[in-house]
Structures are given as C-alpha cells and as structure tokens.
Nanobody
C-alpha cells in the first residue's frame, strides 16, 4: 500500500507563489499516475493537474492552466505542484493522489473515482 503526505500549504496574498510537495511511502509510485485535486469551502473536490508515469505528459484544469505546474521526482518518490499568480478562488485544501493502474481513458483521467490512494490534504489560503 501507498501513503501520501502533502506539505507546503500556507496563507499568502493574491499574486504570490507556493510550491506544494507530496511524499509517497510504502512502495515506489514511479509507475503510477499522479495527480492533484482541490476542494474549496462548500464545493466539490475538483481536478487540478495530473502527470503520466512514463513520458511525463501533463494535463491541467482550465482554471489553472498557465499558472500551475505539476512535476514528479521518481528518485525521491514525490510529486510537486508549483502555483504562481495565486488568486483568492484558489483557496482550498489541496490533495495529492495516485492511480496504481498507471493509465486512464477519457473521463477517468480527471475523476476522483479513478484514484487509488489519497493524501490527507494541505490547506492553501489566498487573501485579496
């Protein structure tokens, strides 16, 4: 089994940057799909970004495209999310997730139900 632990959240002002980290333990996740989701207050958990396990192809939600960058380090068994130009609407608990199948098709690429493992989340608060 895999355990995921997020870190790097905090409270910042609009326009600032943050870098979130997610450390995996228990086994290597080098063959897994890795993703970030977020859940704002009173909202559904939504897809943010994912990265493929082999050629490192990335996908982003339209709301963060051009501002956020997902990356992974297979040596450190970790995934990262660099967030720039943060907006108040980015305020949410950010979760990292892993899909042990290592692949997806269509809607499953962006669905919370496709993920096998979840971290407990880290809070990001962006004030105006």
């Amino acid at each position: 089994q895999v355990q995921l632990v997020e870190s790097g959240g905090g409270s910042v002002q609009a326009g600032a940057s943050l870098r979130l980290s997610c450390a995996a333990s228990g086994r290597t996740v080098s063959g897994y799909s890795l993703a970030w989701f977020r859940q704002g207050p009173g909202k559904e958990r939504e897809f943010v970004a994912r990265i493929d396990p082999t050629v490192f192809t990335t996908y982003y939600a339209n709301s963060v495209k051009g501002r956020f960058t997902i990356s992974r380090d297979n040596v450190r068994n970790a995934v990262y999310l660099e967030m720039n130009s943060l907006k108040p609407e980015d305020t949410a608990v950010y979760y990292c997730a892993a899909d042990e199948s290592g692949w997806c098709q269509g809607f499953k690429c962006y669905s919370v139900d496709a993920m096998t493992y979840w971290g407990k989340g880290t809070l990001v608060t962006v004030s105006s």
